[in-house]
């Protein structure tokens, strides 16, 4: 028997992953990041931002060759760490940025081949086409399982009645996947083009995400024809649920990460008594914490989404990451206002913008699905 200690799993990327990491990590530094503090302010998007997206190829790269896509293998893990990469610039500009991406993700994972030769060529060009999916619903006590927003079937199709809320992208998106409770049937998602009639969006303000143009969506006997209901009726609630929480998790690993990377030095370099405060063993330990707290939540987000890249599954491993996850975050984030002091409540530091944006973590759901 070898002596040789053999590594119970391989963390290291692969060569691809690598690349594209490097290439997410510059794009938040140079794009997202100085741009997120004036967006916040301002409460809008920057102009132009999502154009310059496109670039990446994010909701291009697993279409299939054969629709004009790159034909890439869809690996969840590989978009764990797009998204983690693209959080750490800014967490709502990289929910925008990656709402198309997570349509496309849906469309493939669930949808049927005529839907899949309908839309996902349009991903295909070198624009931005604003994509979404809607689940949350307007009411504290929300439950994926249990939907307010109604589908009957009729003789033309199907007529869809309820809201949602928190809707990315809601105010210009231009297809939506919409969740509603399909009578007699169960929960079902409908393909939603364009405005259609009955239909009303109403822009959202929250005290995170100010970047995100987060929009309620109201559907008034909104008329759908049958070719909409996605899947043909065959819609895994559940596995949509596990792999959108796979992306909240890494959205707010790459948030937290950020927090880390400047309250480290920050606490290195403030001076307090003659000495940097790190010194003090209280902040010295705070600042460990956050470091062992998410790389826990980095690990259980990878494990997450490596058994779902293997077909294994993964429900109750995506399940308790979001729970993990939406706790820790928010520690994380607290103990990075407190490291700051006073400083912590200024706006011209960052991670009062971290603190308000990462709130959103507990309660997200449906949004980037990997």
């Given at each position: 028997?070898?002596?040789?200690?053999?590594?119970?799993?391989?963390?290291?990327?692969?060569?691809?992953?690598?690349m594209?990491?490097?290439?997410?990590?510059?794009f938040?530094?140079?794009?997202?990041r100085?741009?997120?503090?004036?967006?916040?302010?301002?409460?809008?998007?920057?102009?132009?931002?999502y154009?310059?997206?496109?670039?990446?190829?994010l909701?291009?790269l697993?279409i299939p060759?054969?629709?004009?896509?790159a034909?890439?293998?869809?690996?969840?893990?590989s978009?764990?760490?797009?998204?983690?990469?693209?959080?750490?610039?800014?967490?709502g500009?990289?929910l925008?940025?990656?709402?198309?991406?997570?349509?496309v993700?849906?469309?493939?994972?669930?949808?049927t081949d005529?839907?899949?030769e309908?839309?996902?060529p349009?991903?295909?060009n070198?624009?931005?086409?604003a994509?979404?999916?809607?689940?949350?619903?307007p009411r504290?006590?929300?439950?994926?399982?249990?939907?307010?927003?109604?589908a009957t079937?009729?003789?033309?199709?199907f007529?869809?009645?309820?809201?949602?809320?928190?809707?990315p992208?809601?105010?210009?998106?231009?297809?939506?996947?919409?969740?509603?409770?399909?009578?007699d049937?169960?929960?079902?998602?409908?393909?939603i083009e364009?405005?259609?009639q009955?239909?009303?969006?109403?822009?959202?303000?929250?005290?995170?995400?100010?970047?995100?143009?987060?929009?309620?969506?109201?559907?008034?006997?909104?008329?759908?024809?049958?070719?909409?209901?996605?899947g043909?009726?065959?819609?895994n609630?559940r596995?949509?649920?596990?792999?959108?929480?796979?992306?909240?998790?890494?959205?707010?690993?790459?948030?937290?990460?950020?927090?880390l990377?400047?309250?480290?030095?920050?606490?290195?370099?403030?001076?307090?008594?003659?000495?940097?405060?790190?010194?003090?063993?209280?902040?010295?330990f705070?600042?460990?914490?956050i470091?062992?707290?998410?790389?826990?939540?980095r690990?259980?987000?990878w494990?997450?989404?490596?058994?779902?890249?293997q077909?294994?599954d993964f429900?109750?491993?995506?399940y308790?990451?979001k729970?993990?996850?939406?706790?820790?975050?928010?520690?994380?984030?607290?103990?990075?206002?407190?490291?700051?002091?006073g400083?912590?409540f200024?706006?011209?530091?960052?991670?009062?913008?971290?603190?308000?944006n990462?709130?959103a973590?507990?309660i997200?759901?449906?949004?980037?699905?990997?």
């Open positions: 028997m070898s002596n040789t200690a053999q590594p119970l799993f391989d963390l290291t990327p692969t060569d691809e992953q690598r594209n990491r490097d290439t997410m990590q510059r938040a530094a140079a794009e997202m100085a741009q997120a503090k004036i967006a916040d302010e301002a409460d809008t998007t920057p102009e132009d931002f154009a310059r997206t496109a670039t990446l190829g909701a291009l697993p060759e054969a629709l004009g896509g034909g890439m293998r869809h690996s969840p893990t978009n764990a760490l797009i998204m983690e990469d693209l959080a750490h610039g800014d967490l500009l990289a925008g940025a990656l709402s198309p991406m997570a349509f993700n849906t469309l493939l994972d669930q949808g005529a839907q899949r309908m839309y996902l349009r991903f295909c070198e624009e931005f086409v994509a979404t999916t809607a689940l949350l619903e504290a006590t929300f439950e994926p399982t249990q939907l307010a927003t109604r079937a009729n003789s033309d199709g007529t869809l009645s309820g809201t949602k809320t928190m809707v992208l809601g105010l210009d998106a231009q297809l939506v996947i919409v969740v509603a409770e399909l009578q049937h169960g929960p079902a998602a409908f393909l364009g405005t259609p009955g239909m009303q969006r109403e822009p959202e303000s929250h005290m995170g995400l100010r970047t995100l143009q987060l929009a309620t969506l109201v559907f008034e006997e909104v008329q759908v024809p049958t070719t909409a209901l996605l043909g009726g065959d819609f609630l596995r949509f649920l596990d792999l959108s929480r796979i992306g909240i998790c890494a959205l707010a690993v790459g948030a937290c990460q950020a927090i990377d400047y309250v480290t030095p920050y606490v290195n370099e403030r001076q307090a008594f003659g000495e940097p405060i790190s010194h003090r063993q209280s902040v010295a705070m600042v460990a914490d470091a062992i707290e998410l790389e826990a939540m690990l259980m987000t494990r997450a989404a490596s058994r779902a890249e077909g294994l429900h109750e491993q995506s308790l990451a729970l993990f996850c939406a706790e820790h975050a928010m520690k994380i984030a607290t103990d990075g206002v407190q490291l700051l002091g400083h912590g200024c706006r011209e530091h960052p991670v009062e913008m971290w603190y308000r990462l709130r973590i507990a997200l759901d449906g949004v980037a699905s990997v």
